[in-house]
């Protein structure tokens, strides 16, 4: 099959409507006018704090390789923003599906389908020594056709270093509930805390919410931290299978050396009940808004809470406004609350309070609003 050029340049495509919208980013529904072809087109504002960042993003799209990881056509520079073209994913996120349709979550048939697209795409990334760093239901793609795609690699790095591996990575970065015990204390960490986002969000698709999402995010780290890890409910989850509830338990380890590894984890006997696309169609797709709607109406809604409410809540919480934290702060209360009660960390034997100043680096979660969301075609 014959790969196709793809302009680059502005004038090449007609920006039909907008699908998602980030801290730094804008998606859009767009027309390839040479091609004639719907793709969709992440717009993000050069800041010059964070080219880093942004042209890794942009490298990763290009160069991932895989069916489960949504892949960028091409990119270009016009006037102060980056443009990244991509395939047009027609039934959006996750998420925003979850919202629309199913707020109680999805049934199990239709996770384990879910989860081992993004389990696979997890492991050609741990495998070509990256790691993604936001797992979440918000960065999983559905295309038209039941097609399952891992996406924004905004916040993704790199486990090599000038040619040569690295065993870890140790700065903050993520959305709270999601985010492992080792990457909130700024410790050595690697493909390990995919592994725990990836468990957080087999109960984000199971109950249509994340866990401790009606927290405030200092309180989610400091869960995270401190409370057991959690998992599916014996009495209220009886829907689920055991077979969920293990694996779920096995990617939910605070120590990260007792984790599976995404190779691993794909031969658990759970992924055996996973289907085929033609089962996400029937299940999930059919008769649902379309993308651009669906985008509205979590807009109109965003902007009647600010309206409405001078502080955060939960529901704002959970639509993903994003927050700036003090390190230091958050650090010192966890430290002095072990001291408090004479515990030691449910993780590790000697816990290390890291003394950096700074800001928790958050991803913005206004849904999968960072990567293309889509209408059906």
Known sequence: ME????????????????????????????????????????????DQNDLGSIAYEAQTM??????????????????????????????????????SDFPNGYEEAVIATILRGVLRGLEYMHHHGDIHRDVKAGNILVDSNGEIKLSDFGVSASLFDAGDRKCSRNDFVGTPCWMAPEVIMEQNYGYKADIWSFGIT?????????????????????????????????KTDKKFSNSFRKMIAMCLVKDPSGCPSAQRLLKHSFFKNARSGDYIVRKILRGLPTVGDRATEIVLKQEDMVVKKRKISQDEYKQGIAWNLEVEDLKTWWASQQLLDGEASTSRKDPVVVQQRGRFKVTPEIEESTMPETSRQ
């Open 3 to 46: 790969r196709k050029n793809y302009p680059v340049g502005s004038e090449n495509y007609h920006l039909v409507e907008e699908i998602g919208r980030g801290s730094s980013s804008t998606v859009f529904r767009a027309i390839c006018k040479p091609l004639h072809e719907t793709v969709a087109i992440k717009i993000l504002y050069l």
């Open 202 to 234: 087999a109960l984000e698709l199971a109950h249509g919410h994340a866990p401790f999402s009606e927290f405030l995010p200092s309180e989610v780290l400091y869960r995270t931290l401190r409370a057991a890890s959690p998992g599916l409910d014996h």
């Open 62 to 99: 290009m160069l991932v390789d895989h069916p489960n990881l949504q892949k960028a056509h091409c990119s270009f520079i016009s006037d102060q923003y980056l443009w990244i073209v991509m395939p047009f994913m027609a039934a959006g996120c996750c998420l925003r599906i979850m919202k």
